[in-house]
């Protein structure tokens, strides 16, 4: 039998076929898979106890500034606490595949793994998040057998320091509440903001990266705020933890975000608090408004600080997101 020859009609298809293959496979290369990938809570939230529904958004922009191939990189994002006295998470839709690690605080860890990224590439993450929430707290959604380890000291919150036992002698008052509220009045007029730093300290970073890693160590805890009389936000809500706790008074720090009108989080929104036991209920304090917080539902708890987390990243400090070997701008 004759051989069959290649038609000369066929050879400008075949190498057409060839080119698109050919693009198809550097598209896969320079772009990691986005299709969405729905991670869905095992359980629902208790019928009549979560009477709110809100969906909420953060995004991030990742992007290789190297130059070059950058064979392994990562993203860590905390999603929102699974559920508490006033949220629970009933779905999350995460734009690429990740793994999810947690801890008996409810914290959720979203590890996101890129490799072989081209440089300069640029590409989006997002995370979408379903909550059902309520402003009447439940207690017996975020009870906790061991409330003793809310009232020792911890690092940065030295509830044990002398000026600190000293001064919550002073600000306790006849309930959990009431001493509260005094701390947060005494914090907000006696510990100053720290200065703004000059305009030519603010231009971007050259390696955001290690700035942002930087940031999460400068921290000082709680005795040097009321040494100086004057802290960050962070410091702030140390302080008032350790005070708290120096109250007899069980407290811990909590990072999230306030929700506004927007259901796209931002850097605008971030913020730090302080939940405290009242009675059986977990109340919200805010340093910013100098209050014990009416309507707790628009604090969303993205982590849950404490002083032995089952997820320890030595690279988050006290942050929310944190990206290795690559660059991270959080859009909001």
Known sequence: MAKR??????????????????????????????APV??????????????????????FMLKNLTGRVRENARLLVYAPVKHTGTQWVTRLDVSHPHKVLGDSLGNQLLVFEFHDLPGNATFDVSVKTTLAQADTPDPHLEADPDLMQYTRPDAFIESESPEVVALAKTLKARNARASAGNILEWVADNIKAPAPAPADAQAPPADPVAALAERALEDQGARYALKQKQAGAWDRVYLITALLRAC??????????????????????????????DGDVWRVADPQTKSVIKKPSRYIAFRAIDRTPAIVVRELGNLLYEPVGVNAEFKG
């Open 38 to 59: 729905a991670v869905e809570d095992a359980t629902r939230a208790p019928a009549g106890v979560y009477p709110i529904t809100r969906t909420v958004e953060i995004n």
């Open 5 to 34: 020859s290649l038609s000369l009609k066929a050879v400008p298809i075949v190498i057409a076929l060839a080119a698109l293959a050919a693009i198809a496979a550097w598209l896969m290369l320079r772009e990691p898979p986005t």
């Open 248 to 277: 007899d008074v069980p407290a811990r720090p909590v990072a999230g975000f306030l929700y506004a009108d927007n259901a796209t989080l931002g850097p605008r929104d971030l913020r730090a608090w302080v939940t405290f036991l």
